[in-house]
């Protein structure tokens, strides 16, 4: 019976409920999709939890990802025990360190005053769910050997059985509560998204990957530039770098290159090259006009 609730019903109550209130936000809210950056308050620890959570977790779920795609090329990818092997380390380290970065996360908001004061409850919640998550995760890697290997053949049957609307728990029943836990969990962080700062990972800023870390420091009057660098970097914070100069700022209306429609090189009404008729009939001699006669 429980397994039926959390693993028939569950899934379908959350995708609805996050499906309409990412809807919801995105369209109401639109500005409102970020993390809420608490950097300003606090650099040095944020560093230390961030990159390592960041790398950690985006490895460890592209594994999950690929495994949920291509299911059978992953058991075949694992066939040959070295693979297998380099898989789990690969992953494990990972885990591990996905771990290190959200303990260092959660230290940070527990112990900088600055910082409790602007974590909502929200926060706490997403934070303690995240965390169990990698717990969980993590203990399933170690104590429940060649998880990518059954994950590909028991746990992505069920996920697509949900997806395809004919939810189908039976290959997941016997498995371990430590990895139900984990199951629920994935539904649990998906309920929450729309109403944390989770909901940033929908629009990643993908360039931050790459980018090398660094603090932009808006221009501050009271600052000349070569004092800026010394007082604002204590020793242990990363480069400092002021905002690039604006560029250059462009006419609001470009001028036209080439002459625009109303404005013609030539006259409305062209010069007449010969003399119209009844010019001629007033300005010409007699003599021209007798030869202009039609009788003629
Ligand atoms: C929010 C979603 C999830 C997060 C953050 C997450 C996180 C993690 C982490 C940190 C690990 C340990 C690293 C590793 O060995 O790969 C892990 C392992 C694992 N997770 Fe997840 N997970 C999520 C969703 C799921 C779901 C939905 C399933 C299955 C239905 C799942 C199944 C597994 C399995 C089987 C392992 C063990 C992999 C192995 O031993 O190689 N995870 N997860």
Do not use: C
């Amino acid at each position: 019976m429980l397994d039926t609730i959390l693993f028939s019903v569950l899934p379908y109550a959350v995708i609805v409920t996050t499906i309409v209130a990412v809807t919801f936000r995105l369209r109401k809210r639109r500005f409102g999709v970020s993390s809420l950056s608490s950097q300003f308050l606090e650099s040095g620890e944020l560093f230390f939890g961030s990159v390592p959570w960041h790398y950690g977790i985006l490895v460890v779920l592209t594994g999950h990802l690929i495994g949920f795609l291509v299911p059978r090329e992953l058991l075949l990818f694992n066939s040959a025990p070295v693979r297998l092997y380099i898989l789990e380390v690969t992953g494990l380290a990972f885990g591990l360190l996905s771990l290190v970065g959200i303990v260092s996360l959660i230290w940070r908001r527990a112990s900088s005053p600055r910082i409790r004061a602007v974590t909502s409850r929200m926060d706490v919640l997403l934070l303690a769910l995240l965390a169990l998550q990698v717990v969980f995760g993590v203990s399933t890697a170690i104590f429940n050997r060649w998880g990518s290997s059954w994950y590909a053949s028991s746990a992505v049957p069920y996920l697509w059985s949900v997806l395809a609307l004919r939810p189908d728990p039976a290959t997941i029943a016997p498995m371990p509560w430590t990895i139900k836990a984990h199951i629920v969990g994935f539904y649990l962080l998906l309920a929450i998204l729309p109403f944390s700062r989770l909901i940033h990972a929908l629009v990643p800023p993908l360039r931050y990957l790459t980018r090398p870390y660094e603090l932009v420091i808006w221009y501050r009057r009271d600052l000349r530039p070569a004092d800026r660098h010394a007082r604002s970097r204590p020793a242990h914070t990363p480069r400092v770098r002021t905002a690039p100069p604006a560029p250059p700022s462009m006419p609001i209306v470009p001028e036209p290159k080439t002459p625009i429609a109303h404005e013609p090189t030539t006259p409305n009404v062209p010069e007449p090259t010969t003399p119209i008729a009844h010019e001629t009939a007033q300005t010409a001699p007699a003599e021209e006009l007798a030869t202009l006669t039609p009788h003629e």
